[in-house]
Structure formats: structure tokens, C-alpha cells
């Protein structure tokens, strides 16, 4: 088996557009692995899947997936700007902080980058989505639980939407984790699809 940390070394950047027309309204996921369709065919990924059924429910936003395994909220800290500058996303998901916690990074810095990150995309009047992360219980309950609750006190936010834990209802079930115990394989995409997907459409509307 792989360690922990060989796996978020793999540098596989996912910076695309996953569909839509050119003038649509942009939905921005800014993550690492867990969206970059680590382990299987970018189709598959749920980014893809999401641009699939925003086309299939008539909704006319497009993803752009900036998502590279291994990131940590410091290097989408440094992507961010020229993103918003750039797309002028009307939607942006942040999907980011497992990799800061898997290397033990400060839990002040950690949450530092998402609440600049968060004011960046308030201030272009983008609607946020906070996607948490939790931790393997290996390192330590204190940690852990510092950890989750650092992205519970971030969305208390108002203008922040919270998705607890991205990986709900996949990451306790073996057949639908890769054998590191850390990404979920294809066959989870549709699962955490649906779990982005209920925070998401409110603000479609």
C-alpha cells in the first residue's frame, strides 16, 4: 500500500472546462485529488458528472475544474485571483484543506487561506460553497477534531454554504475507496455528486 504522503505528491493538474457554451455562467471548483478525478477517466470524475446534469436539468453554468492532486489551501490561495480575474465565476466551490491536515500543517494558516479565499470569491459576488474535509482518526483526536471543527466555524458565515464532509456515505465503505483508504474510486462519483449537488441547486436559482 501507499503512504499517505506518496499519494498527495502526484501532481495531476485538472484545469479545464469540463462543458457548457461559452457564455454560460461559470461554476468554479478550486480542489485537490478528491475532484481531480485521481484514480479513473476525468469523464467519471464528479465535476464531469455535475457539468452533465446541469446540461441534462436545463441549468446554463459550465465547470471549471481547477483541481490538482496533492494542493494545499496555500497553493489555491496563489490560483485563486487570476481565476476569479479571469472566469468571474458566479458560483466557486472550495475543496481544499485535506492535504494541509494530512501533512500536519498549522490549523491557524490552514484556515487563514480558506477565509481569504472565501472574502476573494465574496468579492467578485460569487455564491461559496465550503466542501469540508475529515480526517484518518491516525492522527490523533485532539487534531481531528480541531480540524472538522475549523471548517464548521468558517461556514457559520452567512454568505458561506457548507457541505460537511464531501466524502458522506463513501468514505466508511471500503468498496468505494481506492486501496489507500483516501480516494474514492469511480463508482463513489455519483455518491458525492449527489452530496455536492444538494448545497448546490439551491443557488442556481
Known amino acids: 500500500m501507499r503512504s499517505i504522503f506518496s499519494v498527495f505528491i502526484v501532481v495531476a493538474l485538472v484545469y479545464t472546462r469540463v462543458g457548457g457554451a461559452d457564455d454560460d455562467?461559470?461554476?468554479?471548483?478550486l480542489g485537490d485529488s478528491l475532484s481531480a478525478a485521481y484514480g479513473m477517466e476525468l469523464g467519471e470524475s464528479w465535476p464531469s458528472l455535475l457539468q452533465r446534469r446541469l446540461t441534462e436539468h436545463g441549468y446554463?453554468?459550465?465547470?471549471?475544474?481547477?483541481?490538482?492532486?496533492?494542493?494545499?489551501?496555500?497553493?489555491?490561495?496563489?490560483?485563486?485571483?487570476?481565476l476569479l480575474s479571469e472566469l468571474r465565476p458566479a458560483?466557486?466551490?472550495i475543496e481544499l484543506g485535506g492535504n494541509d491536515g494530512l501533512r500536519g500543517l498549522p490549523l491557524e494558516v490552514t484556515r487563514n487561506n480558506l477565509q481569504t479565499m472565501i472574502g476573494q470569491s465574496r468579492s467578485i459576488g460569487a455564491g461559496i460553497i465550503l466542501a469540508g474535509i475529515r480526517l484518518p482518526p491516525n492522527y490523533g483526536k485532539t487534531y481531528t477534531e480541531k480540524f472538522t471543527e475549523m471548517y464548521a466555524a468558517l461556514a457559520r458565515d452567512p454568505e458561506v454554504d457548507f457541505i460537511p464532509f464531501l466524502l458522506e456515505g463513501v468514505a466508511l465503505d471500503p468498496a468505494l475507496m481506492l486501496d489507500d483508504g483516501i480516494h474514492p474510486t469511480a463508482q463513489a462519483q455519483p455518491l458525492v455528486l449527489q452530496t455536492v449537488w444538494q448545497i448546490l441547486e439551491p443557488l442556481l436559482h
Open 91 to 93: 458560483v466557486v466551490i
Open 60 to 82: 446554463a453554468y459550465r465547470v471549471f475544474n481547477s483541481s490538482i492532486a496533492g494542493d494545499t489551501t496555500g497553493g489555491g490561495l496563489t490560483r485563486l485571483p487570476r
Open 25 to 29: 455562467r461559470v461554476i468554479l471548483i
